[in-house]
């Protein structure tokens, strides 16, 4: 609302100056009037506002409350729950370690039983590979003397074979040089009577 200028009584001298001095009060009164209703109503509705937050305010906390409520239950029980499950596990645990030493003391006999006859069975199995290595060597020996005899008869009768084909290489060669040699005559002949007969003819003609 604007500012308006306050009216000094004192001024008042005069009845035009009265009247207006009456006009400006009765506007002044009507003025504080409805500013007073318009902060009645205002302050009805703050209030009013204020009742609703109150109350709005009171049902958070009373839901707080109930959640504040139930989450203690929760967590009493939870806990309980948590020293039940321990409780639990402590004596599975220990059903367990009961269990799994009896299973370990009857696995260990078992074991020890399976080692000695394992054993057994492998000092028997090492006699065996001891005696067949033994054959082995042996009939190894005896093969390895029959392939060297055999291998000595093949080089004998490879031996044989070769001077056999060297001795026949050889007759083959010279007979080849003979036949090399009669035909380079028997050229060498026939290359002298054509001459002959050439120069024979030649002279014959110049005649």
Aim: glycine fraction near 0%; charge should be negative; include cysteine.
């Amino acid at each position: 609302m604007e500012n308006k200028p306050q009216l000094d009584p004192s001024l008042i001298n005069n009845l035009e100056t009265a009247k207006l001095s009456l006009k400006w009060t009765t506007e002044r009164i009507s003025e504080l009037e409805s500013e007073a209703e318009r902060l009645k109503i205002d302050n009805k509705n703050k209030t009013e506002s204020l009742r609703h937050l109150t109350r709005q305010l009171d049902q958070k906390e009373e839901t707080l409350k109930k959640w504040q409520q139930t989450i203690k239950t929760w967590e009493e029980n939870w806990r309980s729950q948590q020293a039940m499950e321990a409780d639990l596990k402590a004596k599975l645990r220990q059903q367990i370690l009961n269990e799994e030493a009896s299973n370990w003391r009857e696995a260990r006999a078992r074991l020890e039983k399976e080692i000695k006859a394992l054993k057994e069975e492998l000092a028997a199995k090492e006699a065996e590979i001891g005696r067949i290595k033994i054959q082995a060597i042996e009939e190894s020996k005896k093969l390895s003397q029959m392939k060297e005899e055999e291998v000595n008869l093949l080089l004998r009768k490879h031996e044989d074979n070769l001077a056999a084909r060297e001795l026949a290489l050889e007759e083959k060669y010279q007979n080849l040089e003979k036949e090399l040699i009669e035909s380079h005559r028997v050229k060498m002949e026939q290359e002298e009577i054509s001459f002959c007969l050439l120069y024979t003819s030649d002279a014959a003609d110049e005649l």
